[in-house]
């Protein structure tokens, strides 16, 4: 507001002066104007022998001092000098200004053009002695004088007025043009500081409202923040609870399961020699004890081999990239194929879910090229970019229907992307009948990671 108030004031001083400006020479011309007609009708009658002598003869004299000597105007017209167009004065109420020559310059020369001239003169020019030794300043009017109406230019009238009343005029119609200004400037002013505190006061409301919603905008986000972060431990202590909970059903079922099956196979073996040297045994029961035996046996191995799978080796203590190729070797022991694999060396710590979810991505993944893709020899890569590992899991076999498998629900699949998105990473996977299939997943390789991902 102080620099619209700047703007305005020297707006207000720059119009205020203009106007005084055109108020004195608006007042002045007028009253010039009065004057000058009045002269030269009082010039006309006496300038009939001008153009035949080039001068004034005695008569005009006589005439022009009874009228600016003697006459009323004297009370008026402070001085009166008539001059020729050589710069001599032909005429002077003061006498001893007669004949005296002084250049032709400034309002004279402007006035021996045809145009009248005025204007509040200080009476600093040198024919000017006598009036400053008397006035300050005075009203001072040229008229030019010329033959006939649209005639040349002769003489030139130059006469003085008193000052006083016509600059208490213009001095009063100043002040008021100074006060109307001011009036203007100031309503103009509490207009604009209408107009500026009203938008002030709207903006600060907007910024006062942008910045409660920025408050609860950063609350919502540490809210998110704080259930992301629980969702994520949530997750991580999910994974590895899960894996405790397959090692004791592992667990459970080798000691349980497991071990009253190979009890009774080994009571079955006694009873069917047993019962194989009693002379009454019927024909054809040999064969099914064999098959019952055959059957118990397969029982046996389809429990130890599920117990085996859902136990997983201790890996806790081992790197990132051991517990990759802890999953190869277990792998390669079980199947007898050979896996490529590159892994880099600078996988190390990593949150045990981590470790769990990788492991369990490679034992998932190889098997399915096992059981899909016999013959082909799978490849997994293991590389970090950063802050996460990257895991691709590849072979060459007859591949699959993606979206139909997804359709179906294929638990193996959905099994290993809710593991990895578990822990905020992501799954892909790329097939097609005919060329492959390639697994992909990316994982984060620290607790912070895994509670911001």
Not at 60 to 71: K, P, Q, T, Y
Not at 135 to 163: D, H, M, N, T
Not at 242 to 254: G, P, Q, S
């Amino acid at each position: 507001m102080l620099a619209i108030f700047a703007i305005l004031a020297i707006g207000m001083a720059s119009i205020g002066t203009w106007m005084g400006r055109q108020i004195e020479t608006s007042a002045v011309n007028r009253a010039a104007a009065i004057s000058a007609v009045y002269v030269e009708s009082i010039l006309a009658t006496q300038f009939h022998d001008w153009p035949s002598v080039g001068t004034l003869g005695a008569e005009s004299h006589d005439a022009l001092d009874h009228l600016f000597v003697e006459g009323p105007l004297s009370r008026k017209v402070v001085s009166f000098k008539l001059w020729d167009a050589d710069g001599r004065i032909v005429y002077s109420n003061n006498h001893s200004q007669l004949g005296l020559r002084f250049p032709i310059d400034g309002l004279l020369a402007a006035a021996f053009k045809g145009a009248l001239q005025a204007r509040m003169s200080n009476l600093d020019e040198a024919d000017n002695l006598t009036e400053k030794n008397r006035w300050q300043r005075l009203l001072e009017v040229y008229v030019p004088a010329r033959v006939g109406s649209q005639g040349k230019v002769i003489s030139v009238a130059e006469f003085y007025l008193y000052s006083e009343n016509l600059e208490r005029d213009i001095s009063t119609a100043q002040q008021r043009s100074w006060v109307f200004v001011a009036i203007v400037t100031l309503a103009i002013y509490l207009l604009l500081f209408g107009l500026v505190r009203r938008a002030s006061l709207t903006i600060h409301d907007q910024q006062r409202d942008l910045r409660q919603q920025l408050q609860q905008l950063r609350s919502a986000l540490e809210d998110n923040d704080r259930m992301r972060e629980q969702v994520h431990k949530a997750g991580e202590s999910t994974t590895t609870l899960n894996e405790e909970f397959l090692i004791r059903v592992a667990a459970d079922l080798h000691d349980g399961p497991a071990q009253a099956i190979a009890f009774a196979l080994m009571r079955f073996d006694e009873f069917a020699a047993a019962f194989q040297n009693c002379a009454s045994s019927p024909s054809g029961a040999a064969q099914d004890f064999r098959n019952i035996h055959d059957a118990l046996q397969s029982s046996l191995r389809d429990v130890r081999k599920i117990s085996a799978g859902l136990a997983m080796p201790g890996i806790a203590e081992l790197s990132l990239a051991d517990t990759a190729r802890r999953a190869i070797d277990d792998f390669e022991r079980m199947s007898g194929q050979t896996v490529r694999a590159d892994i880099d060396e600078i996988l190390d710590k990593a949150p045990l879910a981590v470790k769990i979810t990788v492991y369990r991505l490679l034992q998932e993944s190889l098997n399915n090229c096992w059981r899909h893709a016999p013959g082909s020899s799978p490849q997994v890569s293991m590389h970090q970019a950063e802050c996460e590992v990257l895991i691709t899991i590849a072979d060459h076999g007859a591949g699959f229907d993606f979206q139909a498998a997804a359709v179906s629900g294929r638990l193996g699949l959905n099994f290993m992307r809710e593991r990895v998105r578990l822990l905020g990473g992501i799954f892909e996977v790329d097939s097609a009948p005919g060329r492959g299939t390639c697994i992909r997943a990316r994982l984060p390789l620290s607790a912070n990671e895994i509670t911001h991902a």
